[in-house]
Every structure is written in structure tokens, then in C-alpha cells.
């Protein structure tokens, strides 16, 4: 039973070292930076333009599972997620459930 588990669990660390890394570098750097000032701004704005061409390439050109959903199914479970983000008081937990749930009920309704 070990030895079936051994892959993953090397795969699991070979993934979390490297992350954790990378993160404690990063807390430890942004200690001395104002969050006011013009590298978290930029960072900020880095990070906003990165997720916006993320979804923009996840609805234009969808691959694996998320092909199966169709065009009017993806664009509404974004809209509706923005909009229950909004809704529930820019609850992150409240976008993506219901962002989730509007895709996969476009998925269930149009699959023969």
C-alpha cells in the first residue's frame, strides 16, 4: 500500500518545496515595503492584468473538460461570479461557487 502511495506523495513534496520557497522569500521582502507604495501598486496591477488574460484565454480558447461547456455557458458563470462577488461583499468563497455552479449546469443542460 506504501510503495502505490510513494509517487505522490515524492510529487507533493517535489511541488510544495519549491512553492513554499518562493513564498517565505517573498514575506520576508515585503516586510520593508510600505503596502502604500509604488511596488505593491505595481505588483497589484501585475497581478490584476495576469488573472484578466487568464480568463480572457479560458473563455476565448478553452481546453480539456472546460471545451465541453458551451461559449454562453463560460461567459455567464463569469458574469455571475463578478456579480455575486460583488453581491456578497467581495466574498472570493461567493464568486467561484457560483461561478461553478453556472458552469456546470450549462454543461449538464446542452450535453445529450
Do not use: C, H
Amino acid at each position: 500500500m506504501i510503495e502505490m502511495l510513494a509517487p505522490y506523495a515524492l510529487m507533493l513534496v517535489v511541488a510544495a518545496v519549491p512553492t513554499g520557497i518562493w513564498r517565505a522569500g517573498a514575506v520576508v521582502l515585503s516586510r520593508s515595503i510600505s503596502s502604500q507604495s509604488l511596488v505593491f501598486e505595481w505588483v497589484r496591477f501585475v497581478a490584476t492584468a495576469l488573472l484578466a488574460g487568464v480568463v480572457a484565454k479560458l473563455l476565448a480558447n478553452p481546453s480539456g473538460a472546460l471545451a465541453l461547456a458551451p461559449d454562453w455557458g463560460r461567459l455567464g458563470a463569469v458574469v455571475a461570479a463578478f456579480a455575486a462577488f460583488l453581491a456578497f461583499r467581495r466574498s472570493v468563497f461567493a464568486g467561484v461557487l457560483t461561478g461553478e455552479t453556472i458552469l456546470i449546469l450549462s454543461v449538464y443542460f446542452t450535453q445529450p
